[in-house]
């Protein structure tokens, strides 16, 4: 028998103590079966935000459910003739345009983290026609100039209420923020400095981080809010927070969505133009392309994947003023 190598050459089978666990939280059965997890299961798993995660379970669903599938595999048995014929049937239930592409695009997705594990060999949604946009200009309406100054300063400037208010619709009109956005705002996120520069750091969509220059007139309502409400030194609590609440008596939770729709809706139908928070975030879009903003810069500023999408909030072609109508003198 020869000899083992000398001890400086021989390789240590062990892991290194720093890594090895102090006791597994995974039993061997439970490791090997995930270890077994189809891909397909896998890709709906890693949809961190809920609403994109509901859409595209809705539109995974439909699609199993016409074509006939049953387990996980059959996916790699679907051909374009398939996507096409569910396509079809779609537009014959009258679903509108961007609704079938938003669908397409959901089981696009799907096949093409299939391609990366190699689980099929192509995307066959990919070549499938699409129903074209029906206008380039988006359906979210956007308010005039004076109906976003009067926004600004419909809540009044006396409660804890109204400086809350203030500064979150300045916040949105400001900075073309998502309404789930808003709401993932920490007292630290409007503090920090960039360049000597005060900036917002919003969480958006795929957990994707960007930093926001923050204006001036929302940095001080936020200022004036956190010195009557308390918390402003709570870091890494939540920055906007429900005044009082009737069922649990806590207030030091964030405040949801739907609140913040409400609250867009409320001061809107007060001054006679009743709108949702999306409204906002268009009117910030549409603004700062009207006064030349680049649209890259808008793109990264509203944390929009495709310019395309960004492109529906230019209305630069179709301003009203700018119409020949305007031109005409007799």
């Not at 594990?117 to 949604?125: D, E, G, Q």
Request: charged letters at 30%; one cysteine or more; hydrophobic letters at 35%.
């Amino acid at each position: 028998m020869s000899e083992p190598p000398p001890a400086d050459l021989q390789i240590d089978t062990q892991l290194p103590a720093s890594i090895v666990p102090a006791e597994r939280l995974l039993t061997a059965a439970e490791f090997h079966r995930l270890a077994d997890v189809p891909p397909e299961f896998e890709w709906f798993a890693n949809i961190r935000n809920v609403h994109t995660r509901r859409a595209y379970e809705n539109a995974i669903d439909d699609f199993t459910r016409f074509a006939g599938i049953v387990r996980p595999e059959e996916f790699r048995t679907v051909t374009r003739a398939h996507v096409i014929a569910w396509r079809d049937d779609l537009e014959r239930r009258q679903l509108g345009g961007a609704t079938l592409r938003h669908r397409l695009a959901a089981l696009s997705s799907l096949f093409e983290y299939l391609c990366e594990k190699n689980a099929v060999s192509h995307n066959p949604v990919k070549g499938v026609k699409r129903p074209k946009v029906e206008s380039g200009e988006g359906k979210t309406p956007a308010l005039g100039d004076h109906q976003a100054r009067e926004l600004l300063t419909a809540p009044g400037e006396d409660t804890m209420k109204e400086k809350r208010d203030r500064a979150i619709l300045s916040t949105l009109l400001y900075h073309a923020l998502r309404r789930e956005e808003l709401c993932k705002l920490k007292v630290k996120d409007f503090r920090n400095m960039r360049r000597g520069v005060p900036h917002l750091v919003v969480s958006g969509k795929g957990e994707k981080t960007r930093y926001l220059p923050l204006h001036p007139g929302t940095n001080a309502l936020i200022h004036d809010y956190l010195d009557v409400a308390g918390h402003g030194e709570d870091e890494q609590g939540p920055l906007f927070r429900p005044i009082r609440n009737n069922r649990t008596g806590r207030t030091d939770k964030a405040l949801n969505p739907d609140m913040i729709y409400k609250l867009v809706q409320k001061y809107s139908a007060e001054l006679g133009f009743e709108i949702g928070a999306h409204a906002l975030r268009a009117t910030a879009a549409t603004n700062a392309l009207d006064h030349q903003a680049d649209i890259a810069k808008v793109q990264e500023w509203l944390g929009h994947a495709n310019i395309a999408t960004t492109r529906i909030y230019d209305r630069r072609k179709t301003r009203p003023e700018d119409s020949p109508t305007f031109k005409v003198a007799y």
